[in-house]
């Protein structure tokens, strides 16, 4: 291949040509990208010219580097990983989430004390500095290694309530809803989505790609009175899952009749 002749900083130059292969299909979703020696040839340039046109397309989130097997084209196939996110009972009264068996815990539970943020309050409808429970765990999916990481915060002041929360609050929110109804709640639940760029320890622990963001899944469980019980956040990188939800409808509030 000739020398290409564009405008812009080298590397640029060599970034375009190397996505522009990629949008024609040239270096297919999910295959290795040629290796330095061989992009060196293709385009006659040097090394650090190379290193920094794959860096580029990297922060572009066109390429993912895998460690110890070399740079490939990012996939654009289906999600690892399907999140349903429906809460059921079981005749006997147990809550059962579709996902729930599935993850296994990479790390034991972490217990901790913690405040609200101007985030989290808004979700419990709680002040900043207000007193929770906290735990983090570190889930995987033994069939695909998807990593996510999980977060129940749970107001002191809903413990005092449940007692048993506060002994343990490391128990799986299945186990929590159960304890709840049984305090005399009935639950319903809402939740948000959102996508952010990740922290340095989120990238860490979800083992991400470069240029690749995080979905945020915000659950708050809700008693009789619609107060927030428990906050859950679920974070899981965006290119390896994908969310599920079952829509039912709700009834239209009756209007009132005018005199």
């Known amino acids: 291949m000739t020398e290409i ?39 006659k340039v040097s090394r650090p010219t190379v290193r920094n046109a794959v860096a580029a397309l990297r922060a572009e989130g066109l390429i993912e580097v895998r460690h110890g097997k070399g740079s490939f084209v990012r996939s654009d196939g289906q999600p690892a990983v399907t999140l349903e996110r429906r809460i059921s009972r079981t005749p006997d009264g147990r809550f059962v989430m579709p996902n729930g068996a ?9 217990p901790y004390r913690t405040h609200t943020t101007k985030s989290t309050g808004q979700l419990l409808e709680l002040g900043e500095e207000e007193a929770l429970f906290g735990c983090d ?9 998807t990593r996510a990481m999980h977060r129940t915060l749970i ?15 490391d128990r799986r929110p299945d186990s929590i809803y159960g304890l709840l ?6 639950l319903w639940w809402s939740e948000t989505v959102r996508a952010h760029m990740p922290l340095p320890d989120e990238r860490t622990a979800l083992q991400l790609p470069d240029a690749t963001p995080i979905l945020q899944l915000s659950r708050v469980t809700h008693g009789t009175s619609g107060r927030p019980l428990i906050l859950e956040e679920l974070r899981v990188g965006a290119d390896r899952a994908e969310v599920a939800y079952r829509i039912t409808a709700d009834k239209e509030p009756a209007q009132q009749s005018r005199d």
């Open 102 to 110: 599935v993850w296994d815990e990479a790390e034991e539970p972490t």
């Open 5 to 43: 002749q564009r405008p812009g900083a080298l590397y640029q130059q060599v970034a375009a040509a190397i996505r522009e292969a990629i949008v024609k299909g040239e270096f297919a979703p999910g295959a290795p990208l040629p290796s330095e020696a061989q992009l060196i040839e293709r385009y």
């Open 155 to 169: 107001p002191f002041e809903v413990t005092e309530d449940v007692p048993t929360l506060a002994d343990a609050p």
């Open 181 to 186: 109804t049984q305090a005399g709640h009935k």
């Open 137 to 145: 765990r570190l889930l995987t999916d033994p069939a695909t290694g």
